[in-house]
Structures are given as C-alpha cells and as structure tokens.
C-alpha cells in the first residue's frame, strides 16, 4: 500500500520561496509518476507538476519557470521548489503517485494522494 505524506508548506510573503516534500512509503517512486496538485478554496483541484517514471517532467503554465520538480530515488522523496510565488499560489497542495508511471493531468488516473500542506502566500 503506498502512502505518500506532504510537508513544507507555511506562511510567505508575495515574491518568496518554499519547497514541499512527498515521503513516500510502500513502494519505489522510480517506477511511478509522481505529481504534485493543488485546491485552493472554492477551486477544483488542478494539476501543478509532474515527473514520469523515467524522470520527464511536465508543469502547469501557471507555475513553469517558477516551480521546479524533483525526485530522490535512494530517499524515495518527491520535492516541488517554489520560487517567486504570488497570493494565486495559495492553496492546499497534494503529493500524488500513479502506478501507470505517464503523466496524465486529469487527477482521475492518480490512484494514489498524500493529506496535503497548507501554503498561504500574503500580499
């Protein structure tokens, strides 16, 4: 059973950083897609960033050239650096994994999801 647990997420200020973390237990993150969504309140969630188990790595318009995505295989982690961010940011986001290893922006085809972390970017 694989089990994902999202830390790192905090209070900043328009224009700082973050980086979320994604432990994963059960299984080996190098034969998965890992991805990471987000919902901020009233929102649908939406897909943010993805990498497929042979480490191509996909990002939503909205994050490209500010968000980074990376993946240990020895620590089995999943990290999301987060650069320049702004109040739209602001949501809760999810570590998720699909066992398929492609990566497919519908959230339907992740079997896998973490509790998420609360990131809250102020003006």
């Known amino acids: 059973q694989v089990q994902l647990a999202e830390s790192g997420g905090g209070l900043v200020q328009a224009g700082g950083s973050l980086r979320l973390s994604c432990a994963v237990s059960?299984?080996?993150?190098?034969?998965?897609?890992m991805g990471w969504f987000r919902q901020a309140p009233g929102k649908e969630r939406e897909f943010v960033a993805a990498?497929?188990?042979?480490?191509?790595?996909s990002y939503s318009d909205s994050v490209k050239d500010r968000f980074t995505l990376t993946r240990d295989i020895a620590k089995n982690t999943l990290s999301l650096q987060m650069n320049s961010l702004n109040p739209e940011d602001t949501a809760v986001y999810y570590c998720?994994?699909?066992?398929?290893?492609?990566?497919?922006?519908?959230?339907?085809?992740?079997?896998?999801w973490g509790q998420g972390t609360q990131v809250t970017v102020s003006s």
């Open positions: 990498i497929n188990r042979f480490g191509g790595t």
């Open positions: 059960g299984g080996s993150i190098s034969i998965y897609a």
């Open positions: 998720a994994a699909n066992s398929g290893g492609w990566i497919i922006r519908s959230e339907r085809v992740w079997g896998y």
